[in-house]
């Protein structure tokens, strides 16, 4: 028997699906806004999507009145390192005396604290650990995730982290993206020999294929880490094994990983924080996606935002993230980053919006299936507690999330008091 379910009444309707494909440069800012609509729900799909007295008669097993709420996509978060043992809380009074972030790291911190605990944890801890966070992104409105490993640096514990992101895809209701970051530091036993590190993390790309355990390879092109040219020979290897490859570039220094991203023909360059000139303009000219990541420039406090509005007016397609992770953002809170992207990227409402739907579903390769409401499609949809699409950037740091369906299936409701 087909599960029916209309959401009448909506008083703004974003559908994200005027454009074809990836949105960029001034199609950002254009952006199609249904009043007075109605969704059909059908078996978990988008049936219909029209003026509400179009729908409204129509026999269904449930209604739900929107009382002139927002209704968006689910929003896609492309860029996490969801799979992580320990947390870094200790580290805060370091940030606070303004020891910087590849400081910290150098001592030994960081990344490598991170990497330090995840040895250590078993399977089934990282994975209950994952499944929390993961609830508590769904609670925020956002329905597909992308997954990083990086914090084993080794065989055994990269394999590990990419199990659990693959356990995890199965069996929590948001639909879960892998990437391999093997090459995200430098540890201990590899601080002389960094080509060897790149070596044995290659040396898993044929078993992390066959188990299917990721779509993408990423790598950590930054001082101290990874150099361009080892970034670039380690992506391209990628490359030659069927991957699709991303790169975390000038977040902290402006060593070109831009510009590399494009010549590699990366489905994203990540942070872009410190992109030259030069940088932007060839991310406007390619089809890499930039994903920026206002939240981790405000956590480190220190650093620019990317320069979001010179990339858009060059052309460039560009989504958001909340970058999570135990050390440099730790925040689910795609709404918050909503609100950077804003006020310390000036980004316009409309951008923004393009940038957590489907541009952030097209950096993660589901351009054709999630971050729009399309007949067709699976139904993940949010309810906002908000007049319209304005009012999510504009009041900051709360969860304005009334209703999330993934599939249409109700996934997380608002709790009110309970007095
Ligand atoms: O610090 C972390 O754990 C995550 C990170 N990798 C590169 N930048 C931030
Ligand atoms: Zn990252």
Redesign the pocket.
């Known amino acids: 028997m087909a599960q029916t379910t209309l959401l009448y009444n909506i008083g703004q309707l974003l559908t994200m699906d005027q454009h074809e494909g990836l949105v960029r440069g001034e199609s950002m800012g254009s952006l199609d806004v249904k009043e007075d609509y109605a969704v059909l729900i059908k078996d978990g799909k988008i049936e219909a999507v029209a003026p509400t007295d179009q729908l409204q008669d129509i026999e269904v097993d449930e209604k739900i009145d929107c009382e002139g709420k927002l209704v968006t996509p689910g929003l896609v978060e492309p860029h996490t390192?969801l799979v992580?043992g320990g947390s870094?809380e200790h580290e805060m009074a370091l940030k606070q005396q303004g020891v910087p972030?590849l400081e910290i790291?150098k001592q030994g911190g960081?990344?490598l604290s991170?990497v330090r605990a995840t040895r250590k944890a078993t399977e089934e801890e990282l994975y209950e650990k994952a499944m929390f966070h993961l609830n508590r992104m769904a609670s925020y409105g956002i329905t597909t995730v992308e997954a990083k490993s990086?914090?084993g640096m080794d065989r055994e514990t990269e394999l590990k982290q990419l199990r659990v992101a693959k356990k995890a895809g199965e069996n929590h209701p948001l639909d879960l993206v892998s990437t391999f970051l093997g090459a995200?530091?430098i540890t201990e036993e590899y601080k002389d020999k960094p080509d060897a590190l790149l070596d044995e993390m290659a040396s898993l790309f044929d078993q992390i294929k066959e188990e299917n355990l990721a779509e993408f390879v990423d790598i950590?092109t930054?001082t101290g880490?990874f150099t361009i040219e080892q970034s670039r020979r380690y992506l391209q290897k990628a490359k030659d094994h069927g991957f699709d490859v991303k790169i975390?570039a000038d977040?902290i220094d402006p060593l070109g990983g831009t510009q590399l991203a494009v010549e590699l023909g990366a489905t994203t360059g990540d942070?872009l924080a410190v992109a030259t000139d030069e940088g932007i303009e060839q991310l406007a000219k390619s089809d890499t996606i930039g994903v920026l990541l206002p939240g981790?420039i405000f956590y480190l406090g220190k650093g620019e935002f990317a320069r979001a509005r010179d990339m858009i007016e060059a052309g460039a397609a560009i989504a958001i993230s909340t970058?999570f992770?135990?050390?440099?953002?730790v925040t689910e809170n795609i709404q918050l980053i909503m609100s950077l992207a804003a006020l310390k990227m000036k980004m316009t409402p409309e951008e923004i919006w393009h940038a957590v739907t489907i541009n952030a579903a097209h950096a993660i390769n589901r351009g054709d299936q999630a971050g729009q409401i399309k007949v067709g499609r699976k139904a993940d949809v949010v309810i906002w507690d908000a007049p319209n699409y304005l009012y999510i950037p504009y009041h900051y740091g709360v969860n304005h999330v009334n209703t999330v369906f993934k599939a249409g299936q109700k996934l997380y409701q608002r709790g009110d008091l309970l007095v």
Do not use: Q
């Not at 992770?325 to 953002?329: D, I, L, Q, R, V």
């Open positions: 390192h992580f870094r972030y790291l960081g990344i991170t990086g914090y995200h530091a950590f930054e880490v975390h977040e942070h981790t970058d992770n135990p050390g440099s953002s």
